[in-house]
């Protein structure tokens, strides 16, 4: 059974920091695209970061431009999420998805698989 299990949210203040983490198993992603996604409350969900094979590529959304950074190791089978400068409208849940067999920025319904989400509070 494939998982994708996120880690690292919780609340922060404005400014401050945090590094999610995107645990899979049940198969490797190695060669495949891999996402974070976030949904602010009573908003739908939003693009924030993806990250191709080997980190060959990194496409990142405006709004996180400069204070993101996504990574991979593929060793651990591991996507991350540095947060930077963190602001109250980055509060939202935080998820990662993996696509199947491509390895290209796409639309979201590319993504196959997905986490359960971890929740992100900034307070200002």
């Known amino acids: 059974q494939v998982q994708l299990v996120e880690s690292g949210g919780g609340l922060v203040q404005a400014g401050g920091s945090l590094r999610l983490s995107c645990a899979a198993s049940?198969?490797?992603?190695?060669?495949?695209?891999m996402g974070w996604f976030r949904q602010p409350p009573g908003k739908e969900r939003e693009f924030v970061a993806a990250?191709?094979?080997?980190?060959?590529?990194?496409y990142s959304a405006n709004s996180v431009k400069g204070r993101f950074t996504i990574s991979r190791d593929d060793a651990k089978n591991t996507m991350y999420l540095q947060m930077n400068s963190l602001i109250a409208e980055d509060t939202a849940v935080y998820y990662c998805?993996?696509?199947?067999?491509?390895?290209?920025?796409?639309?979201?319904?590319?993504?196959?698989?997905w986490g359960q989400g971890t929740q992100v509070t900034v307070s200002s």
């Open positions: 990250i191709t094979s080997a980190g060959g590529n990194t």
């Open positions: 049940g198969r490797t992603f190695n060669s495949n695209l």
């Open positions: 998805a993996a696509k199947s067999g491509r390895n290209k920025l796409g639309p979201t319904r590319e993504y196959d698989y």
